[in-house]
């Protein structure tokens, strides 16, 4: 069984641009997870999505947004990029909302310069 | 207050050692606990879940709840220097918003052979 999938694995923007990251739950799995884990810092949560529509939001700002597609996947998108912004973003899937943890995929480095 | 507060690291146990890692939690509605572990530049793998108050074991790892106390923890038994990565500990927390996974900062594991 093919694990949570994200594209790309690294990416290198400049601020003020938008970058656009990607996930692809497990099998089966309706919801989808974002968080952000700057160097050092722990994970923080950024946005929950279940059978298309978002249903929790961290403490993040407006320019931080995504969705979720019928087949499941799940887009993140980062408007207006800071250099602060700059992190390892993680997604996770789960089949029953957390009662049974999630499952991480490996991440997308972004760099912001 | 943080929601999850992990004891400060970073840990360092000889081989063969038990390696305990502890973490508090401010949400006396919270049902649900996990461990994960992270290796450098890796994401996050889940390694216990835990629901009912006391111990439950799997292998060399024993993970122990305290809901009164607000506390969970983990014991490593029989430490290898493969144990050695950064330790989270999440708490789902729920809020009118929806729940959401709540992380520590991480606990740092160094096993020495």
């Known amino acids: 069984e093919a694990g949570v999938t994200q594209s790309p694995t690294h990416l290198i923007k400049t601020r003020g641009q938008q970058a656009t990251l990607r996930c692809s739950p497990i099998s089966g799995h309706t919801s989808v997870y974002w968080y952000q884990q700057a160097l050092g810092l722990g994970l923080q949560f950024l946005l929950w999505y279940d059978e298309g529509e978002e249903r929790n939001r961290g403490n993040f700002p407006p320019r931080f947004s995504g969705r979720q597609f019928p087949n499941y996947s799940s887009e993140l998108n980062v408007n207006a990029l800071e250099l602060e912004d700059s992190a390892l973003y993680l997604c996770?899937?789960?089949?029953?909302?957390?009662?049974?943890?999630?499952?991480f995929g490996s991440g997308t480095r972004l760099t912001v310069v | 207050q943080k929601e999850v507060e992990q004891n400060s690291g970073p840990l360092s146990v000889p081989e063969g050692a038990i390696a305990s890692l502890n973490c508090t939690y401010s949400d006396r509605v919270s049902q649900s606990f996990f461990w994960y572990r992270q290796y450098s530049g890796k994401s996050p793998e889940l390694i216990m879940s835990?629901?009912?108050?006391g111990d439950k074991e799997d292998g060399r790892f024993t993970a122990q709840l305290n809901k009164a106390s607000q506390y969970v923890s983990l014991l490593i038994r029989d430490s290898q220097p493969s144990d050695s990565a950064t330790y989270l500990c999440a708490v789902n927390i729920e809020e009118t918003s929806g729940s959401r996974l709540t992380f520590g900062e991480g606990t740092q594991l160094t096993v020495n052979p």
């Open positions: 835990i629901y009912s108050n």
């Open positions: 996770a899937s789960s089949a029953v909302w957390t009662n049974y943890g999630y499952t």
